[in-house]
């Protein structure tokens, strides 16, 4: 497939650029970080996704959703990248969603309506480390009765604390196996904590929490197969928005380098500064490139998609991770303030970087997966 948009895709892109533009631009975080929201994002801007019809790309037509794919999702999430929206639209609308589409007609009916109304809001609990280790879940479910009995602690639970349900992997008798885990269930804590982009994840103990066979996702110890699905589009979810913050971080900066005056006349025409700045612009061509390729796969259902998700995660992450700090050094000094936006979008890429695992984990994983 060709890497470029056809008609259709392109209106979303369009459509998504200005509804960012206009209504989740910078000034939006800024607004809910200065005013210290709990949840760290809008809800009446979540439900203006519901009305885009935003929230229903990668729900199917049966369920009432829009039947598209991770490469039309994928235009979303850049968009969100390039102005931080603050949303939930990663973990609920594509990594949530994933999972759901692989449960129950009674599981994706209770909960896939309030999610395309921008009304449910899901968290993912997977992590246990201080990193990304989806392979070293420990938490444990017993069986109870004709149900489950849960215990063990989850970090780095992205919207922990304002999700209506959280999506828990745990370990059963013969494997994994994936819970739909209501808000206020007895026995689970919820620690809320502001990270450094301003988003609010959460620590989670689950601390004997007893649930029924209806909060199974999938089959009882056939997770492992759904959790791949879910993380799959959650990495390369993450990569477009990652891609989004890359290219929002080079347009101000090039801007920048335009207004910015020194010694009679713009430090853009300084050939230095230009190298560096053509530099940047090929870097993220090429990670746009490959999360797009990436994306056609999954859809696809292609062999070859976990290998090139996790490429397209490495090289999102490095080629981002560069935009930003070149960002805040052609700003100079100024680059270091608070009045300027560059450094909204260092900390975005700081805080995304970890999310569904960073380029180190990635890099290791393409490797392995080559024999190394």
């Known amino acids: 497939m060709p890497l470029y948009h056809n008609d259709e895709q392109q209106m ?35 439900k203006q996704f519901g009305e885009m019809g935003f929230n229903g790309i990668l729900v199917s037509e049966d369920d009432g959703g829009l039947g ?30 994933e999972a759901l589409n692989a449960g129950s007609a009674e599981m994706r009916s209770r909960w896939l309506p309030g999610i395309l109304a921008g009304e449910t809001v899901l968290a993912l609990a997977i992590d246990e480390q201080a990193k990304h280790r989806p392979e070293a879940i420990a938490m ?34 013969n494997g994994l196996t994936l819970f739909a885990v209501e808000k ?11 990270l450094v982009d301003s988003a609010v994840a959460a620590h989670v103990t689950l601390d004997n929490v007893e649930l029924t066979a209806d909060a199974v996702i999938g089959e009882v110890d056939q997770g492992a197969a759904v959790l791949d699905r879910m993380l799959r589009a959650g990495r390369i979810g993450s990569a477009a928005e ?24 713009a430090i853009g ?5 230009q190298h560096r700045a053509a530099h940047l612009y090929s870097e993220i061509e090429i990670a746009r490139a490959v999360v797009m390729k ?12 976990e290998m090139m998700v996790s490429v397209a995660k490495a090289k999102a992450g490095r080629a981002t991770n560069l935009s930003v700090r070149e960002g805040v050094q052609m700003h100079g000094g100024v680059g270091m303030t608070d009045e300027y936006d560059i450094g909204l979008y260092m ?26």
């Open 68 to 97: 598209m794919g991770h490469y039309e999702a994928g235009i979303i999430l850049e968009e969100i990248g390039r102005n931080l929206s603050p949303s939930p639209f990663l973990t609920t609308a594509v990594a949530g969603v």
């Open 12 to 46: 979303l892109a369009d459509s998504a650029r200005e509804f960012m533009k206009s209504e989740a631009p910078v000034a939006h975080l800024r607004e809910f970080r200065d005013k210290n929201c709990k949840d760290g994002f809008s809800h009446s801007l979540w």
């Open 242 to 265: 990652t891609v989004g913050v890359g290219a929002g971080a080079m347009d101000i900066t090039v801007n920048y380098l335009k207004e910015r005056k020194q010694f009679g006349k």
């Open 269 to 273: 025409e300084f050939q230095g500064l």
């Open 184 to 194: 206020d269930t007895k026995g689970m804590d919820v620690e809320a904590v502001r």
């Open 347 to 372: 900390k975005r890429d700081r805080a995304l970087a970890e999310f569904f695992g960073d380029a180190n984990y990635h890099i290791n994983r393409v490797a392995q997966m080559n024999g190394y």
């Open 140 to 173: 444990e479910a017993q069986r109870s009765g004709n149900g489950f009995r849960l215990n063990g602690k989850k970090q780095f639970v992205i919207h922990g604390a304002s999700a209506d349900m959280l999506i828990v992997a745990a370990r059963t008798d």
């Open 294 to 305: 990436a994306q056609q796969l999954c859809d696809e259902g292609s062999a070859n998609a």
